[in-house]
């Protein structure tokens, strides 16, 4: 008698016994987390490395040079690439697989980078950046949904904060990539052309990995779908996990595709969606990358006003983000991704007052006429690097990884591709809007306004989380769809309600 027919009909299984594993316990696990990871990687390089390839660009081009529209198109056209990348990524991951999605990311992204090396002039330049966006958007969308499906449940959060981290140590690995090749002949094409040694090392290692078993079973490739879940599980509960796998898969056609359309008819879809896209928006909205677009101006203020010192900066601030991360991904499947968020925000707000606070002081002459060079201002200077500081500090661990754990489990088989794609979309899309319109927001309302209005947007993506996101902490893929039933529907009197378990 298998486990789901000893639960019941329902395939419920909260009378299951809690499993421990850790992070390294399964070698296999480790490897493909990592290896799909990689895409991470590449979508962290490709954000971070421009703002110091753009400084030479500008010099070997003089149309570059004296064209400021120009220059942020060459910037910006790698997120338009991942926007159509993210919004395409999702039905190539339903249609074709995560394993065929993530080579073709790489396909693209190598041949971007190549492009971007040999680029004679800056319009191939630009055509280059949409290809590489367009690969960094479909690994954007690809590589949480298959380390998610090939993870534990117990662990499921900490994994997919993996990618996070690989995001984060992609920026890091831009700045140190942009130092070492400053003095190189060629630098600008070197720092863009080596971005496609990791996607070629990924699509390699790729090809001896397999599929996701979570797809192969939606494809009625149940066979090799259980041959992969042999070889994350033991014996005594590979049983249980085909079991899970089954009900998941109950009631999906196979041969009938999911379209955008089908995610706004179904109310719990409607839910659930609502939830994913909203945190990856306010990951944008609450202002990461305008923070660390003004780490140099702040460090600055602190009375240090070598621009070297301020480049050197941005690699430490980078550095802490990925520090961050690593505290996330202990603390995501240990407190639970809810709380985890909801604490995250809760800092992200007092450190958006506190930099307010010191660029409305230094703005307005209120600690003295010599702000920036008496000793008032030394001081507050260093109030704004606290802030910096706490900023980070409690953003990375929560607001970084949550989003992008939460939307690869809380959707149901076969919305999983489709959704993940959608919201990925949003969070791109959010990070073009506040990266175009951050300069204007400052002119009109100045830096310490900018910073307050972003403190509210956290305030509301508190109430946001607080109100519309269910903890999923611990719960396997079937529990999460009926999660979103009790939402839409209500609770089935006859069981525990999910939702108050989580609550």
């Known amino acids: 008698m298998t486990i789901l027919s000893m639960a019941g009909s329902s395939g419920t299984l909260d009378l299951l016994p809690k499993r421990k594993m850790s992070y390294f316990s399964n070698r296999y696990v480790v490897g493909l987390t990592v290896t799909a990871g990689i895409g991470g990687l590449l979508f962290g390089y490709d954000t971070g490395v421009i703002s110091g390839a753009l400084l030479y660009i500008r010099d070997d081009f003089k149309v570059v040079r004296e064209n400021r529209f120009l220059q942020e198109t060459i910037a910006s056209m790698a997120l338009v690439g991942a926007m159509i990348g993210a919004s395409g990524g999702g039905w190539v991951n339903d249609a074709y697989g995560r394993k065929r999605a993530t080579l073709l990311a790489d396909v693209v992204f190598t041949i971007g980078s190549l492009v971007m090396c040999a680029a004679p002039d800056p319009y191939v330049l630009i055509f280059g950046r949409l290809l590489v966006g367009l690969g960094a958007g479909v690994a954007s969308v690809t590589a949480p949904v298959y380390i998610a499906e090939a993870s534990p449940t117990e662990i499921r959060g900490g994994l997919v904060g993996t990618n996070v981290l690989m995001i984060t140590g992609g920026q890091v690995l831009s700045y140190l990539v942009n130092l070492a090749f400053t003095e190189v002949p060629g630098t600008w094409r070197w720092m863009l052309g080596v971005a496609a040694v990791p996607a070629i090392i990924q699509f390699f290692l790729m090809l001896l990995l397999p599929e996701s078993p979570h797809w192969l079973y939606l494809k009625n490739d149940k066979a090799k779908a259980i041959a992969v879940l042999a070889k994350i599980y033991d014996r005594d509960r590979l049983e249980e996990e085909i079991d899970m796998l089954a009900a998941a898969s109950d009631d999906v056609q196979p041969e ?26 306010f990951q ?14 702040i460090v600055k203020m602190a009375g240090f006003s070598s621009n070297q010192l301020a480049l050197l900066l941005s690699l430490i601030v980078a550095a802490m983000n990925a520090a961050g991360t690593i505290v996330g991904i202990y603390l995501i499947d240990r407190c639970g ?128 989380v607080a109100l519309f996101v269910p903890e999923t902490k611990g719960l396997t893929f079937e529990q999460v769809e009926r999660l979103w039933r009790e939402r839409a529907w209500g609770s089935d009197g006859g069981r525990q309600s999910l939702l108050a378990a989580g609550a």
């Open 256 to 281: 009938k595709s999911v379209s955008y359309f089908d995610v706004f008819r179904v109310k719990e879809m409607r839910l659930a969606f609502f939830a994913g896209a909203g945190l990856q928006a």
């Open 284 to 297: 944008q909205f609450t202002g990461i990358n305008t923070v660390m677009y003004c780490s140099p101006t």
């Open 337 to 464: 991704r809810r709380l985890l968020a909801l604490t995250s925000l809760s800092g992200v707000i007092i450190s958006l007052l506190m930099l307010s606070g010191a660029f409305f002081l230094q703005s307005t002459g209120l600690c003295g006429v010599h702000t920036l060079h008496g000793n008032c201002g030394t001081r507050l200077g260093r109030f704004a690097v606290v802030g910096l500081a706490l900023y980070i500090a409690f953003f990375s661990p929560g607001m970084g990884p949550v989003p992008w754990a939460v939307n690869s489990e809380i959707y149901p088989e076969a919305y999983r591709g489709v959704c993940g794609g959608m919201s990925a979309t949003v969070n791109w899309m959010s990070n073009l809007i506040v990266s175009q319109t951050f300069l204007t927001v400052v002119s009109a309302v100045g830096t310490a306004g900018t910073f307050l209005i972003i403190a509210g947007v956290a305030v509301v993506a508190f109430v946001f």
